[in-house]
């Protein structure tokens, strides 16, 4: 780990390493302790890779008793598709994955899914809105996948080592492979979830994660209490425990209801691909200078920014989260000259359409 006394730069360097430490499986054996309880499916297939690169939203054959060759249709005609397309697509099947998720929804009860770095957040509106990302079958699992435009990160490898620098001799001790993750679901506060940015072994900002206002983050004795617990969590299961970053990293945590303690929902790279939220990066590395020159003095403590008024510029994002991923181009097209109930109706029928009829 680097000197404190050593210059800091707006960003610590990324090598192939330090990138694949953040994957799921390279780091939830080490906390498994501090977060959701999970499963880790590993390898997958190139056939399961071609699949979620594939065009169209369709089910693997036994994912469900549905036709695996059912999707929204882009044609405007009479639902036929024609023949020579449904030739040409192939179709795909995963028995032995399906039987995994049967299992850990088995385990869990409801599970949701991410691959090795990202999770198909901007697809939750797939699934029931009083119960996002639940997945109670393979084929729910295989729909938020295939629904999802954040998952195509963790399927292209020049995406999954943007940014890295190239470095004489580093290589990852293990191929890049991709991997299903299964975690166990329940309803999540999103009041309660924190962003923390971890640098040089040193906390240095806490923000808010979900763009809206809460008016409980106000009370001055509430944000004291929640720092407090933030860095004694940090201190006692984190600090100093991950060599492979370098004390570099980000950590999302969930509060419990009292706000004293928390668990890990997932770790990201201190790099400009992480959202830092309410904070910018030259926020964060003006706070590092600032906790570098008092280290030999009483640190300060991490700064914890919340949105504090419906005024607040961020909270200007109080449109539904990644709304741009939640009108297919169907709906759109077949919207157009209907009122709200005529095109509730038609795109039931649409939808009845695809998953009941073959052929």
Same mark, same amino acid.
């Given at each position: 780990m *680097?000197?404190?006394? &050593?210059p800091p730069s707006l960003f610590p360097p990324l090598s192939p390493s330090s990138i694949l430490a953040f994957q799921f499986s390279s780091w939830y054996s080490r906390f498994s302790a501090v977060t959701i309880k999970s499963s880790v499916i590993r390898p997958l297939t190139a056939e399961f890779k071609e699949y979620l690169d594939s065009e169209g939203v369709f089910l693997p054959e036994g994912s469900e008793d549905v036709p695996a060759e059912s999707y929204l249709?882009?044609?405007? $005609?009479? $639902?036929? #598709?024609?023949?020579?397309? #449904? #030739?040409?697509?192939? &179709?795909?099947?995963?028995?032995?994955?399906?039987?995994?998720?049967?299992?850990?929804?088995? &385990? =869990? $009860?409801a599970v949701f899914p991410k691959l090795n770095f990202s999770s198909p957040r901007d697809a939750a509106w797939m699934l029931p809105a009083s119960s996002p990302l639940k997945c109670t079958s393979p084929a729910?699992? =295989?729909?938020?996948?295939k629904s999802s435009d954040f998952v195509l990160h963790d399927l292209d490898t020049d995406s999954v080592f943007d940014g890295v620098e190239s470095v004489s001799g580093d290589r990852p001790s293990h191929p890049y492979e991709l991997e299903l993750?299964?975690?166990?679901? =329940? /309803?999540?506060? @999103?009041? %309660?979830?924190? @962003?923390?940015f971890v640098r040089r072994e040193m906390i240095i900002g806490i923000s808010q994660r979900d763009p809206n206002y809460y008016d409980f983050w106000n009370d001055v004795n509430t944000r004291t209490k929640v720092v407090d617990a933030v860095i004694q969590f940090w201190e006692e299961n984190l600090k100093g425990k991950w060599e492979a970053t370098d004390g570099n990293y980000t950590f999302d945590l969930l509060l419990t209801r009292d706000l004293s303690r928390g668990h890990v929902i997932d770790f990201n790279p201190y790099a *400009? %691909? +992480?959202d830092p939220l309410l904070f910018t990066y030259d926020d964060l590395f003006e706070l590092l200078?600032? %906790?570098?020159?008092?280290? +030999?003095?009483?640190? /300060?403590? /991490? #700064?914890?920014?919340v949105i504090d008024s419906r005024t607040h510029p961020a909270a200007s994002r109080n449109a539904p989260t990644h709304q741009h991923n939640m009108v297919p181009i169907e709906a759109l097209a077949m919207g157009h000259g209907r009122n709200i109930q005529e095109f509730s109706e038609?795109?039931?029928?649409e939808v009845r359409r695809a998953v009941v009829e073959d052929d």
């Open positions: *680097p000197s404190p006394v &050593t249709s882009d044609d405007e $005609g009479d $639902g036929e #598709e024609d023949e020579d397309d #449904e #030739e040409k697509r192939k &179709t795909f099947a995963f028995p032995a994955i399906d039987e995994k998720i049967r299992d850990a929804v088995k &385990t =869990y $009860g729910d699992v =295989y729909l938020l996948l993750v299964l975690r166990k679901w =329940y /309803p999540v506060d @999103r009041s %309660r979830e924190l @962003r923390c *400009p %691909r +992480t200078k600032s %906790r570098i020159s008092s280290i +030999t003095d009483s640190p /300060p403590k /991490p #700064e914890f920014r038609a795109w039931e029928q």
